[in-house]
């Protein structure tokens, strides 16, 4: 069954149709549009129009409706999920609610491409990194673990880390990029296992970190310094891709459109107008 | 028969409508007590319960008015002025439902709800009528000679009459919101017991804010302050604005009829006060005078719709359109 899904965690407005047969028709928006001023009113419905119509499907013909619930720009997301629940209402459809970190560390991971899948694709491994392996011979051939790092504003980013195939490791967290650099140091130390060789063990096996994410184009300086890779900035790993949220969204149940909700990890701020 | 959809401000409103202004129902979801705390509206929290309420209200509007989707032949939303995150929610929500049967939409002005909130209804006012809207987050006077618009002819230059209630209020050790705690406590108090300004700036425009401070002087000013009387002529001041400029835009029009409408047509003294202008005037009740969805359906009447897929693009607007 086909399934339409949608982002709006960031600047940038994604949608994507991911139809039974395996075909995706997506509206994949540029790196740059995360720079730009929000605009998820003027352009999600009809980005989600657009693919819909390429997909030739009516809103009836779909088994769910996906959406990234964050955490981001919370009026982003509220234009997000209030339109993936009243498409879904109106249709009698369930939502499947995604995180849009998951979703950005899938996206991480799609462009890092052949990163630890071994020796066949070196050269797609090296290409994604921003600098080269030589830098680290050890994390050369362990795949990068996929931090994902949202601009929260006020100073501060919302990440998570992920092992490579997406297990999370910890987070959503709301932090400074200090924070999030010392935070990420410690838990890439990578736990000893059996079977490790003294060399492991003296830690030259750290995991590499691979960041993407507008907060991480925004606070490059802090992250690189702290040994974290972050993608160049014209990678297309820096937006959150609604492709990436109908194929998470395959391994979400689905529910009732009322129950979800953003999910925004900071309290609102309580300034009366 | 019309969906309407209102999230400006701090209600949750849906409500749907008939052609001839019949209100099939029309659901109010107030988040008032939830403000209380804070003197005032809180912008995120507000946007925050609408996003909850939103589906639930819609479905209690189509629920009780004895409808479903597939009865719904347009779509209205209001697109501003307002709290621009609390306005995004509805009209997030209005696009996708009206995008997902291909239905008509009309982007609603707020105010344009409140003017003709009256003309909905048994017995609907009609062309020409001036029209006095007074709440916590407005305060104009316009006059309709044509249902698709108003012409403002004055409105307040600083705070809303309902503002100047809530702040009044503060003032005074009472509640939030303050229109109805002042409109209580005056009762038992003498209206001319104190003199408060009554600024007239302008031909017919209002200015409220030098009153909270003549009052805050006041009670700086006494030893014992009688909460009563000041509560009473805090109240009579703030009337008393809004009926002299009525009374000179009567005169200045020659309009004969009078519409009421905002959160402040509640104030018990304003209603005395309007009914013995000798105008004909229509006071709509209580949950068509405070926000709601089925004036911005109403309105929606006098305003063409934007087809399928016209309105997919369209963006919600905090301030008013020039
Ligand atoms: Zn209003």
Not at chain 1, 207 to 236: K, N, P, Q, Y
Request: include cysteine; aromatic fraction near 4%.
């Amino acid at each position: 069954m086909s399934l339409l899904g949608m982002d709006t965690s960031t600047a940038a407005s994604a949608a994507c149709v991911l139809r039974s047969d395996g075909e995706a028709f997506e509206v994949a928006p540029e790196p740059a549009t995360l720079m730009a001023r929000p605009a998820h009113a003027r352009e999600l419905m009809p980005a989600v129009a657009a693919v819909m119509e390429r997909a030739g499907l009516d809103y009836a013909d779909l088994e769910a409706i996906a959406v990234g619930v964050g955490p981001g720009t919370f009026t982003g997301l509220r234009i997000g999920v209030a339109t993936a629940r009243a498409l879904a209402n109106a249709n009698g459809l369930e939502v499947r609610p995604v995180s849009s970190l998951a979703a950005l560390a899938a996206g991480i991971q799609a462009e890092a491409g052949a990163v630890g899948r071994g020796a066949d694709e070196p050269a797609a491994a090296r290409s994604i990194a921003a600098e080269p392996a030589a830098n680290e011979p050890a994390a050369a051939d362990a795949a990068p673990w996929l931090l994902p790092v949202i601009d929260a504003k006020r100073g501060e980013v919302f990440t998570a880390l992920y092992e490579p195939g997406g297990d999370p490791k910890w987070g959503p967290l709301a932090l400074r990029p200090e924070e999030l650099a010392e935070h990420a140091g410690a838990a890439a130390e990578r736990l000893p296992a059996e079977g490790d060789t003294p060399a492991d063990r003296a830690g030259e096996a750290r995991h590499t970190l691979l960041a993407a994410g507008d907060g991480s184009v925004r606070f490059r300086g802090v992250l690189e310094a702290a040994g974290i890779r972050v993608m160049s900035d014209d990678s297309r790993a820096h937006v959150v891709r609604a492709l990436h949220v109908c194929r998470l969204a395959a391994g979400v149940r689905g529910v009732p459109p009322q129950a979800v909700l953003p999910d925004y990890l900071r309290a609102p701020d309580a300034k009366p107008q | 028969m019309i969906l309407g959809i209102e999230t400006s401000c701090d209600d949750t409103c849906a409500a749907v409508v008939d052609a001839d202004g019949a209100i099939r129902s029309n659901v109010i979801a107030s988040q008032g007590l939830l403000h209380a705390r804070y003197g005032g509206v809180v912008p995120e929290i507000a946007s925050r319960h609408h996003l909850e309420l939103v589906d639930a209200v819609t479905a209690d509007a189509l629920e009780r008015a004895g409808a479903g989707l597939d009865d719904v032949e347009t779509v209205a939303v209001t697109t501003g002025p307002g709290l621009i995150g609390a306005l995004l929610v509805g009209v997030s929500s209005a696009k996708a439902i009206a995008a997902s049967r291909r239905l008509p939409l009309v982007p609603v002005d707020h105010l344009h709800g409140h003017v003709t909130a009256s003309m909905l209804g048994a017995q609907p006012i009609e062309p020409p009528y001036l029209c006095l809207v007074a709440s916590g987050g407005h305060t104009f006077l316009a006059r309709v000679d044509d249902p698709s618009t108003y012409d403002v002819l004055g409105q307040t230059l600083d705070d809303a009459a309902g503002e100047a209630f809530d702040k009044g209020a503060r003032l005074l050790g009472l509640g939030y919101p303050g229109g109805p705690e002042i409109d209580r406590l005056a009762r038992q108090g003498d209206p001319e017991a104190f003199d408060f300004p009554r600024s007239a700036p302008g031909e017919l425009d209002f200015s409220f804010s030098g009153l909270k401070t003549s009052l805050l002087y006041k009670l700086r000013e006494l030893a014992d302050p009688p909460l009563a009387d000041l509560a009473a002529s805090y109240q009579r001041a703030v009337v008393d604005a809004l009926v002299a400029r009525t009374e000179k835009a009567f005169l200045q029009t020659g309009l004969r009829r009078l519409a009421i409408g905002g959160g402040v047509a509640a104030n018990s003294e304003l209603r005395n006060a309007v009914n013995q202008l000798g105008a004909q005037v229509w006071v709509p009740p209580m949950e068509l005078c405070t926000d709601n969805a089925a004036m911005i359906a109403g309105a929606a009447r006098f305003t063409s719709p934007l087809p399928y897929p016209d309105y997919l693009a369209l963006d919600a607007q905090a301030r008013p359109a020039v």
